[in-house]
């Protein structure tokens, strides 16, 4: 094979013969120096080398050794006569397709570049790097760096054809390619630095598409990250397909937790016959950033491209398995990890749906950094979370994490509510979690009967829809609301996992009229009768259409924030009667409803409505009342209080609706205090003439004989200034013990028909009570 005179420096050149038989070759001169070339070794692969093809180009500046005829006089090393000029020598220091030590052939002070050649991932490019260590600081050769690519084919009367070429040009770093339009080929690839060529030529043999070589990997694949049952964090990966190599890759991992892009802090490991690692000494709440690259181990030096970032976060606690769908007997085994080493497996607790500390002997420390526990799950929730907690005195420290057991199949109650304007349906359930669920329902203009029948059979009717849920907030009850809803049609509900969507609950099938809530009666009246009846009437709901029962309660009014109700039986009119055991009396009436046939559910009670009395005049009488002083020694005030005697009413023409207290000063001035129906009352009396008369009130006006008090004082008894009052009849004395209310018949002493002043024994002086004028 012989190689035209063009890919040769200029028209002096050694033919391939020469070369393969080992034949010395002189290359021609240039203007920059002569160049000294050694004898080129056989390849062991033969006149052309293997891609991929690494070595070092190496020059060094020599004082220039030639016979003035331009034949060599000594091929040993150059003498140190500063006289002599200077030549550049560069030199590929060995040919060679693997990687590793290079023997020191090159001058002490030679500057080299590392070069290598190599086909790319996708076989249509041969490209060469060529780059000067970034640990050598040898500057001692100037200018550019230049590299040349030819492309050869082999044609089939076996001459070489030359068909393209490709030349780069740097000062510290070229990358240099060629394209490949053929399926076998030769690549020449020349160097040349300060204008000096780098000699011998060197031609790789380009392998076929499809052979097994070696070439630069493309980086690793598919990171992820598991931990085990006995808390080893391993890291995994694949390598791209298909792989061009049957030789297991070696790789390497790198992973830091710093924040900052420009100045990582790495942290490597080496993995030679697997594809995956242990990592240790991860701390929980960090977040790590991992990236691996792998090389062939014939080319330690030829890496992949860093795979893309992947991403490890530790919780301070790891569930194993996070996730799982079990049916309900099933024994279910979950790992706890505790990723904070500072934390004995031994000591933590296991906490069920979040209230529920479960007992000891259900779970156990595999080690230092695990705990196991089996549990079975519950038959009417839809999941069950299960929390590694660990303890701090009475309470306990638990991670927000939790792992999950979805139950297959549960029956939950689920309960419905169609609203009294059949607009709406509103759902409820207890027992499931806040979260992680989805309210899932399908209609169908069916009845529930023949729906039920049609999916038994395996025919799917009607449509699919997801209803509008909110939370309550208390235990995970929940409530979903589905509007609009066609309330004469089926409606199947179940509950799905939202993780899961195979882990369902057992349907349940409502026609939204059977379960109407309608809106409670209006218009309630109550009127309470002479006779002794109360007579109620209301007005039904509008919505919806049907007929309805009733249910009335009652309570006598007392202020009470709970009364005593009695309710009635049920009702089918809109109207009842309650026979009233105080004809006097003002009662609370309240009124609901739901459908005659009792499905649905009881609408809200009707508003509060306080009954008023039957008067047919007004009251006789007013109230008898008695009066307590209590003096300040140190003023001249005294407050007075008045307690009322109610009489009963004999025959119900009227009743006593509320009590009016009229006081009249010693001006004369008049005024009036409304103060209901009480049984005292008190104010203040500053010691002047004071005129005080109580009545009794209702709706048809005011009592005409009433009790009178007069204040007054006059000459002290006992040391003590006493109120006199002018008086018509005295029946009785009364001793009131401010904290016991004693009661004493005391005997009159003293008496006048006009002014008279009683101390009774046992009294106070300053709780004195006089008997009242009627």
């Not at 004071?690 to 004082?713: E, P, Y």
Request: hydrophobic letters at 35%; a negative charge; charged letters at 20%.
């Amino acid at each position: 094979m012989v190689l035209p005179a063009s890919l040769y420096p200029s028209h002096n050149f050694c033919p391939v013969s020469d070369v393969i038989s080992c034949q010395p070759c002189l290359l021609p001169v240039f203007a920059s120096g002569a160049v000294l070339v050694e004898p080129v070794e056989v390849s062991p692969h033969g006149d052309l080398l293997d891609l991929p093809w690494q070595t070092e180009l190496c020059c060094s500046s020599t004082p220039a050794q030639l016979h003035h005829g331009g034949e060599e006089e000594d091929r040993g090393s150059a003498p140190s006569d500063t006289g002599h000029p200077h030549t550049l020598q560069c030199l590929f220091r060995n040919f060679t397709s693997t990687l590793g030590p290079h023997p020191e052939t090159e001058p002490s002070r030679a500057t080299c570049w590392d070069i290598l050649c190599r086909v790319d991932e996708t076989w249509d490019n041969v490209i060469c790097d060529l780059k000067h260590p970034a640990t050598s600081s040898d500057t001692s050769i100037p200018g550019s760096v230049a590299l040349s690519l030819q492309h050869l084919t082999t044609l089939p009367d076996i001459e070489v054809n030359s068909t393209h070429g490709t030349d780069c040009v740097g000062e510290d770093s070229i990358t240099c390619s060629i394209a490949l339009h053929v399926v076998s080929s030769i690549v020449v690839v020349t160097a040349n630095v300060s204008n000096t060529t780098a000699g011998p030529l060197v031609m790789l043999s380009v392998p076929p598409r499809m052979s097994q070589r070696l070439w630069k990997p493309s980086p690793p694949l598919n990171l992820t990250h598991t931990q085990t049952t006995e808390g080893e964090l391993i890291l995994s990966w694949s390598d791209p397909q298909p792989h061009a190599s049957p030789v297991q890759l070696s790789y390497e991992v790198r992973y830091n937790t710093s924040q900052s892009t420009s100045h990582p802090n790495w942290l490597h490991v080496d993995v030679s016959g697997a594809q995956w690692v242990s990592l240790t000494g991860l701390r929980p709440g960090l977040q790590y950033t991992l990236q691996i690259r792998s090389h062939h181990p014939a080319l330690p030096h030829l890496w992949s491209d860093w795979s893309q970032q992947h991403l490890i976060r530790l919780e301070n606690v790891t569930y194993l398995p996070e996730r799982v769908v079990a049916s309900f007997g099933d024994s279910v085994t979950v790992y706890c990890v505790c990723n904070d080493l500072r934390v004995n497996a031994s000591t933590m607790v296991w906490i069920l749906n979040s209230r529920d500390r479960l007992p000891k002997s259900q779970y156990a420390a595999v080690n230092d950094r695990v705990s196991k526990i089996t549990v079975r799950p519950s038959e009417q929730r839809l999941s069950d979370t299960l929390h590694c907690c660990q303890p701090f005195g009475e309470t306990y420290s638990c991670n927000y994490h939790y792992s999950t057991i979805y139950i297959k199949d549960p029956v939950i109650d689920i309960s419905c509510v169609t609203s009294g304007d059949l607009d709406s349906m509103t759902c409820r359930w207890n027992n499931l979690p806040i979260g992680g669920i989805n309210f899932m329902s399908r209609v169908a203009d069916l009845s529930c009967d023949v729906m039920e029948e049609a999916e038994r059979v395996g025919v799917p009717v009607g449509v699919v829809r997801q209803a509008k849920c909110e939370s309550s907030g208390y235990r995970g009850v929940k409530s979903c609301n589905l509007q609009p809803i066609r309330v004469t049609s089926c409606y199947k509900l179940w509950m799905e996992a939202k993780t899961d969507n195979s882990t369902r609950s057992h349907p349940v099938y409502i026609t939204p009229m059977d379960h109407v809530k309608p809106h409670p009666p209006s218009g309630l009246e109550a009127v309470s009768m002479p006779s002794g009846v109360l007579k109620l009437a209301w007005v039904p709901p509008e919505l919806p259409i049907y007929d309805m029962q009733y249910q009335v309660r009652y309570a006598l009014s007392t202020g009470r924030a709970h009364p005593f109700w009695q309710v009635l039986a049920l009702q089918t009119e809109s109207w009842a009667e309650v026979l009233e055991p105080d004809v006097c009396g003002v009662y609370n009436v309240q009124v609901r409803c739901m459908h005659i046939n009792g499905s649905g559910t009881w609408s809200d009670w009707s508003h509060l409505l306080y009954t008023s009395t039957h008067n047919s005049r007004a009251p006789d009488q007013g109230p008898d009342f008695w009066r307590v002083f209590q003096e300040d020694p140190a003023s001249t005030q005294t407050n007075v209080t008045l307690l009322f005697e109610h009489s009963p009413i004999v025959e119900p023409t009227y009743c006593v609706e509320e009590l009016v207290v009229q006081h009249q000063g010693s001006g004369g001035t008049v005024t009036e205090e409304r103060i209901g129906l009480v049984s005292s009352y008190s104010f203040e009396w500053r010691g002047e003439v004071h005129s005080v008369t109580v009545k009794a009130q209702n709706s048809q006006g005011s009592s005409t004989r009433n009790t009178h008090m007069t204040l007054d004082r006059h000459s002290k008894r006992k040391g003590v200034e006493a109120p006199s009052f002018s008086a018509a009849h005295f029946q009785e004395l009364l001793c009131w013990d401010e904290f016991n209310f004693k009661n004493r018949k005391k005997e009159n002493k003293g008496l006048s028909s006009e002014k008279v002043c009683f101390l009774s024994d046992g009294c106070s002086e300053l709780d004195r009570l006089y008997s009242i004028s009627t």
